[in-house]
């Protein structure tokens, strides 16, 4: 890659800045739910008493925000760092959303930008005290998930992944990605693993069975949770009302992480 892995090392925030632990939600494959499955687990951790933010790494597909209501301009200075919005949980978020003067405007940037918006995301949001900071990557194994893998003090990578073959063929590319950086895998959540008949409680698999427990076998890691289709999730969304969700398999996720 051009660069001595080994000479980089993780920026510990400036000024006030105390977050324990920070974790990247991370799929290589487009489509299978990362934002919904990174929003849902801010809103478990923030249910279960920790401090936690959003760090919105899609800088080109940013999505954060709408899930959580926020609008373009809700956020503050100090002067020197931008402080970022609350949700009602308390959650922080920073998103380049939130920066722009509408939420449909393109963000038309080459890989140095979009690398240069994450340190700034890092170093420059007033993010103060947080137990955990989870980092939204877009898909790819691109310049913004090596950014964040490379010189964010990560405790570890969430993989997300959907049964369909070519998602987890796209997603096991991203786990050698961590791999390759020394960067630890906390475990896989295969998102849209079935769909339950809401007349006769049959399982039913719209992509195929869930392929999880396989790729677990295969690749060493945890599997952190097998989630269904839920229609309520993307009408929340949508809403802005992700906080409203009751989302039971969330709380016990968090409880392995």
Known sequence: ?????????????????????????????????????????????????FKVGILDGDITGPSIPKMFGLKPGQFGSDGEKIIPPETGLGIKIMSINLLLKSEEEAVIWRGPLLSGAIKQFWEDVLWGELDYLLVDLPPGTGDVPLTVLQTLPLKGVVIVSSPQDLAVMVVKKAMKLAKNLDVPILGLIENMAYLKCPHCGELLYPFKKPQGEEICRETGIRLLGTLPIVPEYAEYADRGLIEKLESPEFLEIVNKL
């Open 1 to 49: 890659m051009g660069e001595d892995l080994a000479s980089i090392k993780p920026k510990i925030p400036k000024g006030e800045n105390k977050v324990k632990n920070v974790l990247a939600i991370m799929s290589g494959k487009g489509g299978v739910g990362k934002s919904s499955v990174t929003s849902l687990l801010a809103v478990a951790f923030a249910r279960k008493g």
